[in-house]
């Protein structure tokens, strides 16, 4: 959910935003403001994904406003004055709508602020999650870098780890389950009962197997419609 902010001195302005985002099911409005002090501080006590910010206001424009913050949310710019448009996308805010706009451009801006917070989000995630793990290999601890990884084979209550910096495998005392609840926000895919393929370090796809160069790893008759999804939703 991204939660909004309205910032414009125009009452019938707000009243029509405010009724706008209730309409669109991934936006909850925090606060409508009548002027840049009051968004000012609600932004101290409040996190907001996306103001809906006016230009021209009393004491402190909208674009004067923006430029106060030093880490600001994504900005929809609402204004009546079309010149104000090539300094607001100056600033690098989403979308800039022309009063007075009807739903449908009030949507697709909210579309494309959408966009852009599902793939700041995203970053972040990536950003923030781990790029290794360690497993026990005969009493010892060995350091599994994630990237590395290009297949997992499960051997009963044992894995085989291959990866693209060692010629050897990691054999280790793990489940299947285990190691694709490990992964499970990385990009790999369950070909098989006992195969776990990193998706992009496939090189080529046939019928009953996908190939890491000239590994062929089989796709189980029960995992070929979901690997087809997968793969075909990442190379589309």
């Known amino acids: 959910m991204i939660r909004c902010l309205i910032v414009d001195d125009e009452l019938l302005v707000r009243e029509l935003m405010e009724d706008n985002i209730r309409q669109v099911p991934f936006l909850t409005l925090i606060k409508s403001c009548r002027n840049a002090i009051e968004a000012a501080t609600i932004i101290h006590q409040e996190h907001i994904d996306l103001i809906f910010l006016d230009i021209q206001m009393p004491k402190l424009s909208g674009l004067e406003f923006l430029q106060t913050l030093n880490t600001p949310p994504l900005i929809i710019l609402v204004t009546a004055y079309e010149q104000y448009a090539l300094e607001g996308f100056n600033l690098q805010v989403v979308d800039y709508l022309l009063k007075p706009f009807g ?25 923030n999650r781990p ?34 910096s060692s010629a050897k495998p990691i054999l280790t005392r793990m489940t299947m389950k285990s190691i694709e609840e490990r992964l499970s ?52």
Do not use: M
């Not at 060995?142 to 499960?154: L, N, R």
């Not at 990193?198 to 796709?219: G, L, N, Q």
């Open 131 to 164: 790029d290794h793990f360690f497993v026990n290999v005969e009493y010892t601890l060995v350091k599994i870098v994630i990237e590395e990884i290009t297949y997992v084979e499960g051997l009963k209550d044992y894995i085989k780890i291959y990866l693209s």
């Open 185 to 236: 926000s990385f990009s790999f895919i369950r070909t098989h009962r006992s195969y776990l393929v990193a998706s992009d370090k496939i090189t080529t796809i046939k019928r009953d197997f996908v190939c890491i160069h000239d590994k062929e790893i089989p796709v189980g008759e029960s995992f070929k419609e979901r690997v087809n999804e997968l793969l075909n939703a990442r190379g589309s």
């Open 103 to 127: 739903f449908n451009r009030f949507l697709q801006a909210c579309n494309r602020a959408q966009e852009l917070f599902s793939a700041q989000n995203n970053l972040r995630s990536k950003k």
